[in-house]
């Protein structure tokens, strides 16, 4: 249940099944209601904006039959999670198969609701599934991820994520330019794709890479020195034909 629901139940002394799915029935097919102990009713009602959560409270929901048979009961455990809404991802490669430990930040606003309290942020990391749950949102976000799997890019940006509790929709937002979230109408995916690595300082690979540098450089100087030299002749062709004739006359012996 969320903080809201735990702290609405004040002065209760039963949960229903939409916070536990705990029931029994009995012989004659009708259901007692349950009675949980004030302390455990306590410690759920009790939970505080302050507390870290998720916190978890063991209950013990207790039957009192009609006839002369011992009560029965069935363990369970709450748990209590923020307010706001849940938004769920799944991590991929560009294969579209699952990348598990890469790891987000999230940033809250800041009080005065212009920048991100960047001191406030919380880290999430995907699962064996790709699988990365934010929990308990409602306003604005700052989404980041900070660590991926060697030879994978990071994104070039962030996301903005905002949350309206109210219809429980989310909008999206970029700084910079991350890859988008895609959504298929029923799981939304976010792919990590491999980055451009050069080669290795000091290798063979850094080796090829600096022959056919230089290589291209001195064909290029040759093909320039060979233009010079024709251009030359060229000219010089030119300034001979543009001379005028001269015409000597030979005397008769």
Same mark, same amino acid.
Request: charged share 20%; hydrophobic share 40%.
């Given at each position: 249940?969320?903080?809201?629901?735990?702290?609405?139940?004040?002065?209760?002394?039963?949960?229903?099944? $939409?916070?536990?799915?705990?029931?029994?029935?009995?012989? /004659?097919?009708?259901?007692?209601? &349950?009675?949980?102990?004030?302390?455990?009713?306590?410690?759920?009602?009790?939970?505080? $904006?302050?507390?870290?959560?998720?916190? /978890?409270?063991?209950?013990? @929901?207790?039957? =009192?039959?009609?006839?002369e048979?011992?009560?029965?009961?069935?363990?369970?455990?709450? *748990?209590?999670l923020?307010? !706001?809404?849940? #938004?769920?991802? @799944?991590?991929?490669?560009?294969?579209?198969e699952?990348? =598990?430990?890469?790891?987000?930040?999230? @940033? &809250? *606003?800041?009080?005065?609701?212009?920048?991100?309290?960047?001191?406030?942020g919380?880290?999430?990391v995907?699962?064996?599934d790709?699988?990365?749950?934010?929990?308990?949102?409602?306003?604005? @976000?700052?989404?980041?991820?900070?660590?991926?799997? =060697?030879?994978?890019?990071? &994104? %070039?940006?962030?996301?903005?994520?905002?949350?309206?509790?109210?219809? !429980?929709?989310?909008?999206?937002?970029?700084?910079?330019?991350?890859?988008?979230? =895609? +959504?298929d109408?029923?799981?939304? %995916?976010?792919?990590?794709?491999?980055? #451009?690595?050069? &080669?290795?300082?000091?290798?063979?690979?850094?080796?090829? +890479?600096?022959?056919? !540098?230089?290589?291209?450089? !001195?064909?290029?100087?040759?093909?320039?020195?060979?233009?010079?030299?024709?251009? *030359?002749?060229?000219e010089?062709?030119?300034? *001979?034909m543009s001379?005028?004739?001269?015409?000597?006359?030979?005397?008769?012996?």
């Open positions: 249940m969320r903080l809201s629901q735990a702290q609405a139940l004040s002065g209760q002394t039963e949960l229903d099944g $939409n916070y536990t799915h705990a029931i029994a029935i009995k012989a /004659d097919g009708t259901t007692p209601v &349950p009675v949980i102990s004030s302390t455990a009713l306590a410690q759920i009602t009790g939970t505080t $904006n302050a507390e870290t959560l998720p916190k /978890d409270v063991p209950v013990t @929901y207790s039957y =009192a039959p009609d006839d048979s011992e009560p029965a009961e069935i363990n369970v455990t709450v *748990r209590i923020e307010n !706001g809404i849940d #938004f769920i991802f @799944y991590k991929v490669n560009e294969k579209q699952p990348l =598990a430990g890469v790891e987000f930040v999230m @940033y &809250p *606003r800041d009080a005065a609701g212009t920048g991100w309290d960047m001191d406030s919380v880290t999430f995907s699962a064996v790709g699988k990365v749950t934010l929990v308990g949102l409602s306003g604005e @976000y700052l989404l980041t991820e900070t660590k991926t799997h =060697a030879g994978y890019a990071l &994104p %070039t940006g962030e996301w903005i994520l905002t949350v309206d509790e109210a219809d !429980g929709s989310i909008a999206f937002s970029v700084t910079g330019s991350p890859m988008a979230f =895609a +959504f109408g029923a799981t939304y %995916t976010l792919t990590n794709y491999k980055e #451009f690595l050069m &080669p290795i300082a000091g290798g063979i690979g850094m080796l090829l +890479f600096t022959v056919g !540098g230089i290589t291209l450089i !001195g064909l290029a100087m040759i093909l320039k020195i060979s233009f010079v030299k024709r251009n *030359r002749r060229r010089k062709i030119i300034r *001979r001379k005028p004739l001269t015409y000597h006359r030979f005397k008769r012996l």
